[in-house]
């Protein structure tokens, strides 16, 4: 059963528009939420976080949006660039669980086009 | 600051052969992380280590996998024997402590089993 979901595997998007990129989970005990990125050959690098006492995070180009009562979230990238071409994995987690153990998406893949 | 070293980037063995893979967290790092990342699936925690003790050991396949951390700094993760579906990039990560969620990764092991 998972517990983070991201449906769509694939995206593809023009340089200089928004990339939107979703996220559901279905543990409400999950307070902590992150988007972490990857490049083909590398491990994931860490992108942006929330906590669920926020609905919205921002840094830089990068903003998380956090809908408690949908449980759902997502990732906007404004605009996007050639090189946030990558995979993108959502992750959450509970401090009520195992401190660190973050429960990852299957990822979806980003594809910004010039 | 160095990166979360791994060793080797790939490995291939037959079934029922044993395999080792060993990991470097960031100095000062308290917190390792083994994690299981089967194409096209999300990564998977295996193992927390805290120093060198285990937090959290609950997904390893304990008749199988095994790992330590000696001295609480290098880590390794072992496999015996192993099985076709352990193939898989086997990552580490690290963080200085637990409540610390944006944890650095590794480039990851590319586990083929023939």
């Known amino acids: 059963d998972q517990q983070v979901k991201q449906n769509s595997p694939s995206l593809s998007v023009q340089e200089g528009r928004i990339s939107i990129l979703n996220c559901d989970y279905t543990?409400?005990?999950?307070?902590?939420f992150l988007w972490y990125k990857k490049y083909p050959a590398e491990g994931p690098t860490f992108l942006i976080s929330i906590s669920s006492i926020k609905d919205k995070n921002e840094d830089g180009r990068f903003t998380v949006f956090l809908n408690k009562s949908a449980k759902h979230l997502s990732l906007h990238i404004v605009p996007s660039q050639p090189g946030d071409s990558a995979v993108y994995f959502c992750a959450a987690s509970s401090k009520f669980g195992s401190q660190g153990n973050l429960i990852f998406g299957k990822g979806t893949k980003l594809s910004v086009k010039p | 600051e160095a990166g979360v070293a791994q060793s080797p980037r790939y490995k291939i063995i037959e079934k029922r052969q044993s395999v080792a893979f060993w990991c470097n967290p960031i100095?000062?790092?308290?917190?390792l992380y083994w994690y299981q990342q089967i194409l096209g699936q999300g990564p998977k925690l295996l193992i927390q280590?805290?120093?060198?003790?285990?937090?959290?050991d609950s997904q390893l396949p304990k008749d199988r996998f095994s790992a330590e951390r000696l001295k609480g700094v290098d880590s390794t993760l072992k496999i015996q024997p192993a099985k076709l579906e352990d193939s898989a990039v086997y990552l580490c990560a690290s963080s200085r402590d637990p409540g610390n969620y944006g944890y650095t990764f590794g480039s990851g092991t590319r586990l083929t089993v023939v």
């Open positions: 543990n409400s005990m999950f307070d902590y």
């Open positions: 100095s000062g790092h308290a917190t």
């Open positions: 280590f805290q120093n060198n003790g285990v937090v959290d």
